[in-house]
Protein backbone atom coordinates (compact mmCIF):
# COMPACT_ATOMS: atom_id res chain seq x y z
CA UNK A 1 0.00 0.00 0.00
CA UNK A 2 0.99 3.81 -0.40
CA UNK A 3 0.30 5.81 2.03
CA UNK A 4 2.36 8.70 1.66
CA UNK A 5 5.19 10.15 0.16
CA UNK A 6 7.93 8.43 1.72
CA UNK A 7 5.97 5.18 0.35
CA UNK A 8 5.51 6.65 -3.30
CA UNK A 9 9.36 7.76 -3.45
CA UNK A 10 10.21 3.90 -2.56
CA UNK A 11 7.59 2.44 -4.82
CA UNK A 12 9.40 4.29 -7.47
CA UNK A 13 12.68 3.61 -6.79
CA UNK A 14 12.40 -0.22 -6.46
CA UNK A 15 10.76 0.09 -10.09
CA UNK A 16 12.87 1.71 -11.84
CA UNK A 17 16.24 0.02 -10.04
CA UNK A 18 14.76 -3.18 -11.04
CA UNK A 19 14.08 -1.84 -15.10
CA UNK A 20 17.66 -0.90 -14.42
CA UNK A 21 19.19 -4.13 -13.81
CA UNK A 22 17.72 -5.29 -17.28
CA UNK A 23 19.38 -1.84 -18.73
CA UNK A 24 22.93 -2.21 -17.65
CA UNK A 25 23.96 -2.68 -20.94
CA UNK A 26 22.92 1.39 -21.47
CA UNK A 27 24.13 2.33 -18.53
CA UNK A 28 28.11 1.41 -18.96
CA UNK A 29 30.20 4.11 -18.35
CA UNK A 30 34.14 4.53 -17.46
CA UNK A 31 35.44 5.94 -14.24
CA UNK A 32 34.03 5.34 -10.79
CA UNK A 33 30.30 4.88 -10.10
CA UNK A 34 28.70 8.07 -9.33
CA UNK A 35 27.95 8.49 -5.71
CA UNK A 36 24.33 9.24 -6.69
CA UNK A 37 23.81 6.09 -8.53
CA UNK A 38 21.92 6.02 -11.91
CA UNK A 39 18.42 4.64 -10.36
CA UNK A 40 18.48 6.84 -7.66
CA UNK A 41 18.87 10.02 -9.93
CA UNK A 42 16.24 8.54 -12.30
CA UNK A 43 13.81 8.09 -9.96
CA UNK A 44 14.50 11.88 -8.58
CA UNK A 45 13.58 12.67 -11.67
CA UNK A 46 10.59 10.84 -12.56
CA UNK A 47 8.78 11.53 -9.14
CA UNK A 48 9.75 15.18 -9.31
CA UNK A 49 7.44 14.84 -12.92
CA UNK A 50 4.86 13.65 -10.65
CA UNK A 51 4.83 15.95 -8.10
CA UNK A 52 5.18 18.78 -10.66
CA UNK A 53 8.62 19.83 -10.17
CA UNK A 54 9.11 21.36 -13.55
CA UNK A 55 11.89 23.56 -13.25
CA UNK A 56 15.39 21.39 -12.36
CA UNK A 57 15.87 24.29 -9.75
CA UNK A 58 12.70 24.02 -7.82
CA UNK A 59 13.38 20.00 -8.11
CA UNK A 60 16.75 20.24 -6.59
CA UNK A 61 15.56 22.31 -3.88
CA UNK A 62 12.65 20.29 -3.26
CA UNK A 63 14.76 16.94 -2.63
CA UNK A 64 16.99 18.57 -0.69
CA UNK A 65 14.20 18.71 1.99
CA UNK A 66 14.07 14.96 1.66
CA UNK A 67 18.09 13.33 2.08
CA UNK A 68 16.23 11.09 3.96
CA UNK A 69 15.17 9.96 0.70
CA UNK A 70 17.80 10.24 -1.21
CA UNK A 71 21.22 11.22 0.36
CA UNK A 72 23.26 12.39 -2.23
CA UNK A 73 21.74 15.63 -4.27
CA UNK A 74 23.85 16.01 -7.45
CA UNK A 75 24.58 19.71 -8.55
CA UNK A 76 22.21 20.96 -11.23
CA UNK A 77 25.12 21.18 -13.81
CA UNK A 78 25.69 17.48 -12.57
CA UNK A 79 21.88 16.74 -12.44
CA UNK A 80 21.00 18.26 -15.56
CA UNK A 81 24.38 16.47 -17.93
CA UNK A 82 23.70 12.88 -16.23
CA UNK A 83 19.42 13.34 -16.62
CA UNK A 84 20.61 14.19 -20.21
CA UNK A 85 22.47 11.43 -20.85
CA UNK A 86 20.33 9.36 -19.43
CA UNK A 87 17.14 9.83 -21.37
CA UNK A 88 17.59 7.13 -23.39
CA UNK A 89 17.07 4.90 -20.40
CA UNK A 90 14.07 7.29 -19.26
CA UNK A 91 11.78 7.40 -21.80
CA UNK A 92 12.47 3.25 -21.54
CA UNK A 93 11.67 2.63 -18.31
CA UNK A 94 8.65 5.38 -19.17
CA UNK A 95 7.31 2.55 -21.63
CA UNK A 96 7.65 0.14 -18.99
CA UNK A 97 6.26 1.80 -16.37
CA UNK A 98 3.17 2.88 -18.56
CA UNK A 99 2.53 -0.87 -19.62
CA UNK A 100 2.05 -1.24 -16.31
CA UNK A 101 -0.81 0.99 -15.70
CA UNK A 102 -4.02 0.56 -16.36
CA UNK A 103 -4.95 3.95 -17.06
CA UNK A 104 -2.77 3.76 -19.47
CA UNK A 105 -4.31 0.87 -21.73
CA UNK A 106 -6.67 2.57 -23.57
CA UNK A 107 -6.36 1.56 -27.48
CA UNK A 108 -8.13 4.88 -28.77
CA UNK A 109 -5.44 7.70 -29.13
CA UNK A 110 -4.99 10.91 -30.45
CA UNK A 111 -1.35 11.93 -32.15
CA UNK A 112 -0.89 15.79 -32.59
CA UNK A 113 2.24 18.36 -31.82
CA UNK A 114 2.55 22.08 -30.55
CA UNK A 115 5.27 24.47 -31.23
CA UNK A 116 7.80 24.60 -28.81
CA UNK A 117 9.84 28.07 -29.73
CA UNK A 118 13.44 28.33 -27.93
CA UNK A 119 13.71 32.14 -28.40
CA UNK A 120 11.44 35.02 -30.17
CA UNK A 121 11.32 35.39 -33.19
CA UNK A 122 12.71 38.83 -34.13
CA UNK A 123 16.07 37.38 -31.89
CA UNK A 124 16.18 34.31 -33.78
CA UNK A 125 18.38 35.40 -36.86
CA UNK A 126 21.35 36.27 -34.02
CA UNK A 127 20.81 32.74 -32.18
CA UNK A 128 20.21 30.50 -34.96
CA UNK A 129 24.56 29.53 -34.94
CA UNK A 130 24.21 28.19 -31.07
CA UNK A 131 20.61 26.14 -31.38
CA UNK A 132 21.20 24.44 -34.71
CA UNK A 133 23.86 22.22 -33.17
CA UNK A 134 20.49 21.22 -31.24
CA UNK A 135 18.54 20.83 -33.95
CA UNK A 136 16.39 24.11 -34.06
CA UNK A 137 15.18 25.29 -36.83
CA UNK A 138 12.38 27.23 -38.44
CA UNK A 139 8.80 26.12 -39.11
CA UNK A 140 5.44 27.35 -39.45
CA UNK A 141 2.30 26.20 -37.62
CA UNK A 142 -0.62 27.01 -40.35
CA UNK A 143 -3.63 26.78 -38.27
CA UNK A 144 -2.31 29.85 -36.29
CA UNK A 145 -0.74 31.06 -39.25
CA UNK A 146 2.88 31.51 -37.09
CA UNK A 147 6.24 31.54 -37.72
CA UNK A 148 8.33 30.00 -35.09
CA UNK A 149 12.31 29.18 -34.41
CA UNK A 150 12.43 25.85 -32.33
CA UNK A 151 11.05 22.82 -32.11
CA UNK A 152 7.63 20.61 -32.60
CA UNK A 153 7.01 18.38 -29.19
CA UNK A 154 4.77 15.81 -31.35
CA UNK A 155 2.45 14.26 -28.80
CA UNK A 156 0.61 10.24 -29.23
CA UNK A 157 -2.13 10.23 -25.71
CA UNK A 158 -5.02 8.18 -25.20
CA UNK A 159 -8.59 9.86 -24.73
CA UNK A 160 -7.65 10.12 -21.47
CA UNK A 161 -5.11 12.15 -21.33
CA UNK A 162 -2.19 10.16 -20.51
CA UNK A 163 1.14 10.61 -22.70
CA UNK A 164 1.83 7.26 -24.28
CA UNK A 165 4.85 8.69 -26.35
CA UNK A 166 6.44 11.81 -27.84
CA UNK A 167 9.39 13.12 -29.96
CA UNK A 168 11.05 16.83 -29.95
CA UNK A 169 11.81 17.37 -33.98
CA UNK A 170 13.10 20.55 -35.61
CA UNK A 171 10.14 22.39 -36.28
CA UNK A 172 11.02 22.01 -39.98
CA UNK A 173 10.67 18.52 -40.02
CA UNK A 174 7.24 17.02 -41.20
CA UNK A 175 4.70 15.43 -39.31
CA UNK A 176 4.32 12.49 -41.22
CA UNK A 177 8.14 11.56 -40.52
CA UNK A 178 8.07 12.40 -36.72
CA UNK A 179 4.55 10.88 -36.01
CA UNK A 180 6.04 7.56 -37.89
CA UNK A 181 8.82 7.33 -35.78
CA UNK A 182 6.30 7.30 -32.50
CA UNK A 183 4.04 5.08 -34.18
CA UNK A 184 5.97 2.26 -35.73
CA UNK A 185 6.85 1.91 -31.85
CA UNK A 186 3.34 0.69 -30.72
CA UNK A 187 0.81 -1.88 -31.97
CA UNK A 188 -2.89 -2.50 -31.85
CA UNK A 189 -4.34 1.16 -31.20
CA UNK A 190 -6.56 3.23 -32.84
CA UNK A 191 -4.71 6.74 -33.87
CA UNK A 192 -6.34 9.61 -35.02
CA UNK A 193 -4.51 12.63 -36.34
CA UNK A 194 -4.66 15.34 -38.91
CA UNK A 195 -3.97 14.82 -42.46
CA UNK A 196 -0.47 16.05 -42.16
CA UNK A 197 0.49 12.71 -39.82
CA UNK A 198 -1.37 10.64 -42.87
CA UNK A 199 -0.28 9.05 -46.48
CA UNK A 200 -1.90 6.32 -47.58
CA UNK A 201 1.17 4.02 -48.11
CA UNK A 202 2.17 4.53 -44.10
CA UNK A 203 -1.56 3.85 -42.84
CA UNK A 204 -1.45 0.54 -44.81
CA UNK A 205 1.95 -0.54 -43.90
CA UNK A 206 1.16 0.25 -40.05
CA UNK A 207 -2.30 -2.02 -40.37
CA UNK A 208 -0.11 -4.49 -41.86
CA UNK A 209 2.67 -4.25 -39.61
CA UNK A 210 1.34 -3.40 -36.09
CA UNK A 211 -2.17 -3.41 -36.50
CA UNK A 212 -2.22 0.26 -36.01
CA UNK A 213 -5.30 1.81 -37.49
CA UNK A 214 -4.77 5.16 -38.28
CA UNK A 215 -6.93 7.73 -39.48
CA UNK A 216 -8.47 11.28 -40.04
Given at each position: MINDFDDFCLYVYVIVDEICQQLTVYLKRPGPKPVCSDSELIAMALIGESKGWNMETNLLSNWKSHQDLFPHIPSQSRFNRRRRNLMFVINRIRRILLSQIDLAQDTQCIIDSLPIPVVNFHLAPSATRDWLAYGSAFGK???????????????????????????????????????????????????????????????????????????R
Amino acid sequence: MINDFDDFCLYVYVIVDEICQQLTVYLKRPGPKPVCSDSELIAMALIGESKGWNMETNLLSNWKSHQDLFPHIPSQSRFNRRRRNLMFVINRIRRILLSQIDLAQDTQCIIDSLPIPVVNFHLAPSATRDWLAYGSAFGKVSSKKMTFFGYKLHLLVTMGGIIIDFALAPANESDLKAGLDILFEHTHIDVIGDKAYISAENKNELWCKNRLRLQR
